[in-house]
């Protein structure tokens, strides 16, 4: 059975980069019909943030991709683990680790380090002098088994524990000792095949000073014992790759398969990061994308279906989805195409649910959206729908609906005409509205009232409907007159209608 995983790290938000991760991870098992792993590595202790593990669940759950084991969110909102591989929490996994390594250490794969940073710092220095890659020189790789004994009997007199737990004194660290010769060669699923001559391999620390595995330990044992079948991960991670199949080979295990996924580029070519701006899940959910939309889009990044087809639910990715379509180049993060595709999910959202997800970001807004009917509140959604690109704009975009605009006299007067013209327009516009019953503000009752105003009266289209539309909106872009007016009057009334024109006259005079 198909296995995969995912496997972030509880340090913050939730980088745009780990979605498209775990979204092809569970899309590639869903597509087999297999299972997928929530997994979380926290052997960096030094990194880890509060919240961020409960944090990272609730996003996964709140988007849709889910897991078959590990961490999930319960009915009462609460993080629980389940599964048979567990625990999926690595920094419970520590005596795990420690057992590998000692079989390591035990066959002559990997040996105790007992440099300091002190020399380690010098050796990078020297070799940066020399244009060499900075590289560990195997120094305590030579050590005799009395010289090894004579430092660990020296740091146990120091208060220290060579085989975990706190201590006083500082632990050595132990490392994998790398082939000297031959070479590793990566099969993975997107790039082919990548050769690595071993020479080249740093001797990877794989027990950290503090007893904690590293990620190139860690990462092999988890996904041997949890049976993973393929790891699907970012394209920064293919140098370590042939690091982790010596350590599989080392180990006696088969490697699961690998898929390396392209960099996700800003559209001036550099990397994705914080430093160009949003680029957490959580940043794009609060400024209103769409979960649907984000997954769509995100799924875009890098694979291609080969088709004319834009608009992909999950259950279409996970049909559709092969890793014979994510492209080696890097993929841009395109906003515009953000925005075009969350466009296209507002549309099809119904118009009451449209309002109901809109009423967050108005009372952002400072908008008391309860005391307004939902019919109105239904209708400005439906006036709106095929404008708005994300949730967040609805604010200002539909400001006026609930409170009369602000303007400069000059936005009053169409391009043909002038201040005392459109003055006399609006008066009587004005006397129109006053003799209109109210059940006349319906948008087709109203086109036709006002046309037929304008023909009795000879004036041209312009010059009344733009003063008009700019006197109930304050706008010098916003829906047509008649469907802004209709709404305006079946939220606030007729009478609404006529002290906003009023309003325009006396700006005008």
């Given at each position: 059975?198909?296995?995969?995983?995912?496997?972030?790290?509880?340090?913050?938000f939730?980088?745009?980069?780990s979605l498209r991760t775990?979204?092809?991870?569970?899309?590639?098992?869903?597509?087999?019909?297999g299972?997928?792993?929530l997994?979380v590595?926290?052997t960096?202790?030094?990194?880890?943030?509060e919240g961020?593990?409960?944090?990272?669940?609730?996003v996964?759950?709140?988007?849709?991709?889910?897991f078959?084991?590990?961490?999930?969110?319960?009915?009462?909102g609460s993080?629980?683990?389940?599964?048979?591989?567990?625990p999926y929490?690595?920094?419970?996994?520590?005596?795990?680790y420690?057992?590998y390594?000692k079989?390591l250490m035990?066959?002559?794969?990997?040996?105790?380090?007992?440099?300091?940073?002190?020399?380690?710092?010098e050796?990078?220095?020297?070799?940066?002098?020399?244009?060499?890659?900075?590289m560990y020189?195997?120094?305590?790789?030579?050590?005799?088994?009395?010289?090894?004994?004579s430092k660990?009997?020296e740091?146990?007199?120091?208060?220290?524990?060579?085989s975990?737990?706190?201590?006083?004194?500082k632990?050595?660290?132990?490392?994998?000792a790398?082939?000297?010769?031959?070479?590793?060669?990566i099969h993975?699923?997107i790039?082919?095949d990548?050769?690595?001559e071993?020479k080249?391999?740093?001797?990877?620390?794989?027990?950290?000073?503090?007893?904690?595995?590293?990620?190139?330990?860690?990462?092999?044992v988890d996904?041997?014992?949890m049976e993973?079948?393929?790891?699907?991960?970012?394209?920064?991670?293919?140098?370590?790759t042939?690091?982790?199949?010596?350590?599989?080979?080392?180990?006696?295990?088969?490697?699961?398969?690998f898929?390396h996924?392209?960099l996700?580029?800003?559209?001036d070519?550099?990397k994705?990061?914080?430093?160009q701006g949003?680029?957490?899940?959580?940043?794009?959910?609060?400024?209103g994308?769409?979960?649907?939309a984000l997954?769509?889009?995100v799924a875009?990044?890098?694979?291609?279906?080969?088709?004319?087809?834009?608009?992909?639910?999950?259950n279409?990715?996970?049909?559709?989805?092969d890793?014979?379509k994510?492209n080696?180049?890097?993929a841009?993060?395109?906003?515009?195409k953000l925005d075009?595709?969350n466009?296209?999910?507002?549309?099809l959202?119904?118009d009451?649910?449209l309002?109901?997800?809109l009423?967050?970001?108005?009372q952002?807004?400072g908008?008391?959206?309860?005391k307004?009917?939902?019919?109105?509140?239904?209708?400005?959604?439906?006036?709106?729908?095929?404008?708005?690109?994300?949730?967040?704009?609805i604010g200002?975009?539909?400001a006026?609906?609930f409170?009369a605009?602000?303007?400069?006299?000059?936005?009053?007067v169409?391009?043909?005409?002038?201040?005392?013209?459109t003055?006399s327009?609006?008066?009587?516009?004005?006397e129109?509205?006053k003799n209109?019953?109210?059940?006349?503000y319906?948008?087709?009752k109203l086109?036709?009232?006002i046309?037929?105003?304008?023909?009795?009266?000879?004036?041209?289209?312009?010059?009344?409907?733009?003063?008009?539309?700019?006197?109930?909106?304050?706008?010098e872009?916003?829906?047509?007159?008649?469907?802004?007016?209709?709404?305006l009057?079946?939220g606030?009334?007729?009478?609404?209608?006529?002290?906003?024109?009023e309003?325009?006259?006396?700006?005008?005079?």
């Amino acid at each position: 059975m198909v296995r995969t995983r995912f496997a972030p790290s509880p340090t913050g938000f939730v980088h745009i980069g780990s979605l498209r991760t775990a979204l092809f991870s569970f899309l590639f098992a869903r597509h087999h019909g297999g299972q997928h792993v929530l997994r979380v590595e926290d052997t960096d202790q030094n990194r880890l943030v509060e919240g961020a593990l409960e944090n990272l669940v609730h996003v996964m759950n709140q988007m849709g991709i889910e897991f078959d084991e590990g961490f999930y969110v319960t009915d009462d909102g609460s993080i629980k683990e389940r599964g048979g591989h567990g625990p999926y929490l690595q920094s419970k996994r520590l005596e795990i680790y420690q057992k590998y390594a000692k079989q390591l250490m035990d066959e002559g794969k990997a040996y105790y380090c007992f440099c300091s940073e002190e020399r380690l710092e010098e050796l990078r220095k020297e070799q940066t002098a020399l244009k060499k890659p900075p590289m560990y020189d195997r120094h305590c790789k030579k050590l005799s088994a009395d010289e090894i004994k004579s430092k660990i009997e020296e740091f146990s007199a120091k208060g220290g524990s060579a085989s975990g737990g706190k201590s006083a004194g500082k632990r050595p660290v132990i490392r994998f000792a790398i082939p000297n010769e031959g070479q590793t060669v990566i099969h993975d699923l997107i790039y082919g095949d990548i050769t690595y001559e071993n020479k080249v391999l740093d001797d990877q620390v794989i027990i950290k000073s503090d007893g904690f595995p590293t990620y190139h330990l860690a990462v092999v044992v988890d996904d041997h014992l949890m049976e993973i079948t393929h790891v699907i991960r970012g394209e920064e991670w293919l140098p370590s790759t042939p690091k982790h199949i010596l350590i599989y080979q080392a180990l006696g295990w088969q490697p699961t398969q690998f898929a390396h996924l392209p960099l996700i580029l800003n559209p001036d070519k550099s990397k994705l990061s914080k430093r160009q701006g949003d680029v957490a899940v959580e940043d794009f959910l609060k400024k209103g994308y769409l979960k649907e939309a984000l997954i769509n889009f995100v799924a875009f990044l890098g694979w291609n279906p080969k088709t004319e087809q834009e608009i992909f639910s999950l259950n279409d990715l996970i049909a559709q989805f092969d890793l014979a379509k994510i492209n080696k180049s890097g993929a841009v993060f395109d906003l515009n195409k953000l925005d075009w595709i969350n466009g296209q999910y507002i549309k099809l959202k119904t118009d009451a649910a449209l309002a109901e997800l809109l009423k967050p970001y108005w009372q952002e807004y400072g908008t008391k959206t309860e005391k307004f009917s939902g019919a109105f509140l239904t209708a400005i959604a439906a006036l709106e729908k095929e404008r708005l690109k994300k949730l967040s704009e609805i604010g200002e975009r539909t400001a006026y609906f609930f409170k009369a605009p602000d303007y400069a006299p000059e936005l009053l007067v169409w391009k043909k005409s002038d201040k005392e013209k459109t003055k006399s327009v609006l008066s009587d516009l004005l006397e129109l509205f006053k003799n209109l019953p109210e059940a006349d503000y319906a948008k087709e009752k109203l086109e036709l009232a006002i046309k037929k105003f304008i023909v009795d009266k000879n004036y041209d289209n312009g010059s009344v409907l733009w003063p008009f539309r700019v006197a109930i909106t304050g706008l010098e872009k916003s829906p047509g007159p008649f469907e802004a007016a209709a709404v305006l009057a079946l939220g606030l009334g007729k009478t609404e209608i006529l002290q906003r024109i009023e309003t325009a006259i006396k700006k005008l005079s």
